[in-house]
């Protein structure tokens, strides 16, 4: 996905959520990983400041109540939904740290899947 298409997928979102929410995926994509701390260390490099302020800023973005993961994965379908191609959904139900269990939606691009929601469940 573009940084065009991202900042489309969070234009409803405040400037500040998106600013981070950026930083932290471009951190990602050069990265390649998911891990809170080389994310943290890459924030830091690129803003200017201390890894324990880049690490509580990436902190606090994954415990912020006001950051509506549902208004995301709208504005998510729906760009990818503008493709020319049909929208294909695979849904992967996983075994997740007993007795949890993860329901997860993808919207396929290409040969990659592109999650768009997700829901942890109490194996009953």
Not at 14 to 22: A, E, L, N, V
Not at 79 to 94: E, G, K, N, V
């Amino acid at each position: 996905m573009s940084r065009e298409a991202l900042g489309k997928v969070l234009s409803p979102l405040r400037k500040s959520q998106r600013t981070i929410i950026m930083l932290v995926v471009e951190a990602m994509v050069a990265l390649r990983q998911a891990a809170s701390i080389p994310i943290a260390l890459a924030l830091a490099q690129r803003v200017g400041s201390q890894a324990d302020c880049a690490l509580t800023r990436v902190y606090r973005l994954l415990h912020n109540p006001r950051l509506d993961d549902l208004v995301i994965s709208r504005e998510m379908i729906r760009t990818l939904a503008r493709r020319s191609s049909p929208l294909l959904i695979a849904l992967d139900w996983t075994e997740w740290h007993p007795p949890l269990r993860m329901l997860l939606a993808s919207v396929v691009v290409g040969t990659r899947a592109v999650p768009v929601s997700a829901a942890a469940c109490w194996r009953q």
